[in-house]
């Protein structure tokens, strides 16, 4: 079974904290992925890479970095934490078939991230 | 910007009904469809993925795709309580190499 696990499973933070969120995949998967997810906006991509120290913005990387140093761990890092950075953060994984759009993604267990 | 639909719900479905939920998706060469369950406050796990037109069976659950129409949908067949969370429809295309989510269908099962 794929494993992805997240280091916590709720966080309280203060405006302006520098806050790190891991995430560790246990399948050998290259392709891995941070989303935040909020009511009435689903899910939105923030950062993914599909190898060691290989990154990409998503579609709402502002405020947020990523850092892959090993292939199983990819981690997200809010520089400023601030308030409406209050959301579900989800890091998911896969493994390459041939393109990302057809890799079937699994998700660990995500953070609540409340920023006050 | 290429979009996933959905009906946000709540759809409610008597217990040992068919659950019937929908996903219209814009982007006509999207090639890849995924269904995920997700409880609440509880992260998306994968039900089934569907590549080609048609349907697919997986116990109570039935994915069917229609491409020309640019439609998936997921059927549940015997709808217990259980079944009640919100349903994720996902797209692939690779003209960009991305999975698209559509914002999820409630779905109640009532007892």
């Known amino acids: 079974d794929v494993k992805v696990t997240q280091s916590s499973r709720y966080l309280v933070k203060r405006t302006g904290e520098k806050v790190f969120l891991e995430c560790v995949q246990d399948m050998d998967h290259e392709n891995m992925f941070w989303y935040r997810q909020d009511p009435g906006l689903g899910l939105r991509l923030i950062y993914f890479s599909y190898d060691v120290k290989m990154k990409e913005k998503g579609d709402i990387p502002e405020g947020y970095s990523v850092s892959r140093e090993k292939k199983e761990r990819f981690s997200l890092i809010l520089e400023s934490a601030s308030t409406n950075q209050t959301s579900m953060y989800l890091c998911?994984?896969?493994?390459?078939?041939?393109?990302?759009?057809?890799?079937?993604?699994?998700f660990g267990p995500g953070t609540r991230l409340t920023v006050l | 910007q290429k979009e996933v639909e959905q009906n946000s719900g709540p759809l409610s479905v008597p217990e040992g009904a068919i659950a019937s939920l929908n996903c219209t998706y814009s982007d006509r060469v999207s090639q890849s469809f995924f269904w995920y369950r997700q409880y609440s406050g509880k992260s998306p796990e994968l039900i089934m993925s569907i590549y080609s037109n048609g349907d697919k069976e997986d116990g109570r659950f039935t994915a069917q795709l229609n491409k020309a129409s640019q439609y998936v949908s997921l059927l549940i067949r015997d709808s217990q309580p259980s079944d009640s969370a919100t349903y994720l429809c996902a797209v692939g295309t690779n003209r960009d190499d991305k999975i698209i989510f559509g914002k999820g269908t409630r779905l109640h099962i009532l007892p």
């Open positions: 998911a994984s896969s493994f390459p078939t041939g393109s990302p759009s057809t890799d079937t993604q699994y």
